[in-house]
């Protein structure tokens, strides 16, 4: 298995390329069952998962093609995927293939939607709390579709088809808004979907599908209008920056100082995590190409936040956000709100010499600790890439272990590190 190794003190400088999104590249891969035409996604970034979600949807009979380089393109360019699912060839997506990626179960959207039937496995994932699938099941029922559990597997039917219908969800939940959303497009009548996710994901994927055809109102804002059509067709559509793995290089430029360009990144998508970094001193500047984030010679300061659905700080970012406090001057508090396990990292972190209490959900960091490389082991995406940024701050040298995890969400991290001056690599086997 994989390990990367750092050995820690470097400042970074230079430019790091931000990839296209993971988190909107698999729901828009997914709406590829929605249609027999072909559907072209520019900027899919080169992950674990997005291969993994290749299986699933060949599974289903989707064929895709990737495009070549082109001339003035580099290895840090994102795919140009074509993907068409001319005959959908099987309904189950089976445990074997859903259970390492929990958004492989929103497949259950499109299929219900276009074949009137789904098997699918309930679904696995990150270790990071329990993530029950009651919204999906609830809100496909408003749909239209019976629902049973059987041997492990959420069987969903819809004889005539979905039917419109107003879902409220009982809490934000991104994924079951993609999943609602992708079934609605092909439903009969009008949905409404309350309480939905406003993740720039979830717009994302409605701006596809709309130049596929369908009819949509509302994605951004907590009321989605979906007027039902009956077919859609063929799209292409660009995959939007990654704002996690934005937010992820500017915290470790924040942890470690330096300057650096944040290429092709969004500061629109992050305006939370941005203007806190700014609260604490770090040098946050919107340019044309990017982001360019600044910290040189300058303090620290400590920082209170909460996790929250989108326009909020996001949970991905939580782990990372920990892992610069430690450098702080004075105490901070993370609360964590969107999942009841995502403290993994802690222990993790406190094997460099973090200085972290938890109290539930509320974590306190005494910063200023003095960070000391030793071996860690990742336990989930977001907290392995903590580790990375706390090895980068760390005296001497880290090794990271399970660094698949990484591998899930994170485009060629060890070279974008490494072309700004970090001293870190990948050792295989
Ligand atoms: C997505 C993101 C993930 C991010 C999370 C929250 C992708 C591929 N993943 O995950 O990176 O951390 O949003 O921003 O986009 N819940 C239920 N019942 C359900 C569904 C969800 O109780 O049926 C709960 C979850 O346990 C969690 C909360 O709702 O406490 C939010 O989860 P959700 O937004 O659904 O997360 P994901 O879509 O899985």
Same mark, same amino acid.
């Given at each position: 298995m994989d390990r990367i190794r750092i050995v820690g003190g470097q400042?970074?400088?230079?430019?790091?390329?931000?990839?296209?999104?993971?988190?909107?590249?698999?729901?828009?891969?997914?709406?590829?069952?929605?249609?027999?035409?072909? !559907? &072209?996604?520019?900027?899919?970034?080169? !992950? @674990?998962?997005? =291969? =993994? !979600?290749?299986?699933? #949807?060949?599974?289903?009979?989707?064929?895709?093609s990737i495009e070549g380089k082109r001339n003035g393109q580099d290895g840090m360019t994102g795919q140009t995927v074509h993907l068409s699912a001319r005959a959908i060839v099987?309904? &189950?997506?089976?445990?074997?293939?859903?259970? &390492?990626?929990?958004?492989?179960?929103?497949?259950?959207?499109?299929?219900?939607? @276009?074949?009137?039937?789904?098997?699918?496995?309930l679904p696995g994932g990150c270790a990071i709390g329990t993530r029950p699938v009651d919204f999906f099941i609830e809100g496909l029922k408003g749909l239209g579709a019976e629902i049973d559990i059987d041997a492990g597997y959420v069987v969903a039917r819809a004889r005539k088809g979905m039917q419109g219908g107003r879902v409220v969800l009982p809490k934000v939940s991104v994924g079951a808004t993609h999943t609602l959303l992708m079934a609605a497009t092909l439903a009969r009548g009008e949905t409404v979907i309350e309480n939905a996710a406003r993740e720039p994901e979830i717009v994302d994927l409605a701006r596809c599908l709309m130049a596929m055809g369908a009819r949509i109102e509302g994605a951004g804002t907590s009321t989605i209008h979906v007027e039902g059509v009956s077919r859609l067709g063929g799209a292409r559509h660009r995959v939007l920056p990654d704002r996690i793995e934005t937010g992820t290089y500017a915290m470790a430029v924040a942890t470690v100082g330096g300057d650096v360009l944040l290429e092709g990144a969004s500061a629109d998508l992050i305006e939370a995590p941005l203007a806190l970094l700014a609260?604490?001193?770090?040098?946050?500047?919107?340019t044309n190409s990017g982001v360019r984030i600044t910290r040189n010679?300058?303090?620290?300061?400590?920082?209170?936040?909460?996790?929250?659905?989108?326009?909020?700080?996001?949970?991905? #970012?939580?782990? =990372? #956000?920990?892992?610069?406090?430690?450098?702080?001057?004075?105490?901070?508090?993370?609360?964590? &709100?969107?999942?009841?396990?995502?403290?993994?990292?802690?222990?993790?972190?406190?094997?460099?010499?973090?200085?972290?209490? !938890?109290?539930? =959900?509320?974590?306190?960091?005494?910063?200023?600790?003095?960070?000391?490389?030793?071996?860690?082991?990742?336990t989930d995406l977001r907290a392995s890439v903590s580790l990375v940024i706390a090895g980068l701050a760390a005296e001497g040298e880290t090794t990271i272990n399970r660094v698949y995890h990484l591998d899930r969400g994170f485009e060629r991290l060890e070279d974008k590190l490494g072309r700004c001056?970090?001293?870190?690599?990948?050792?295989?086997g």
């Open positions: 400042r970074l400088n230079g430019t790091i390329p931000i990839s296209g999104a993971k988190n909107a590249a698999l729901p828009l891969m997914i709406a590829s069952l929605l249609t027999d035409e072909t !559907l &072209t996604l520019e900027n899919v970034p080169r !992950l @674990r998962d997005v =291969q =993994q !979600l290749f299986h699933i #949807l060949s599974n289903h009979g989707v064929d895709h099987d309904t &189950t997506a089976p445990y074997e293939l859903v259970s &390492t990626m929990r958004a492989s179960f929103w497949v259950i959207g499109p299929l219900l939607a @276009r074949m009137g039937e789904a098997r699918v496995s609260g604490a001193g770090v040098g946050v500047e919107r010679g300058h303090g620290l300061a400590p920082v209170d936040v909460t996790t929250a659905p989108f326009p909020g700080f996001p949970t991905d #970012l939580q782990a =990372q #956000l920990m892992a610069m406090t430690t450098r702080a001057d004075g105490v901070s508090h993370i609360t964590e &709100t969107i999942f009841e396990n995502r403290f993994m990292h802690v222990q993790e972190l406190a094997r460099l010499g973090a200085r972290i209490t !938890l109290d539930g =959900q509320r974590a306190t960091i005494e910063g200023g600790a003095k960070l000391k490389g030793a071996p860690v082991m990742a001056g970090a001293e870190i690599e990948r050792i295989s």
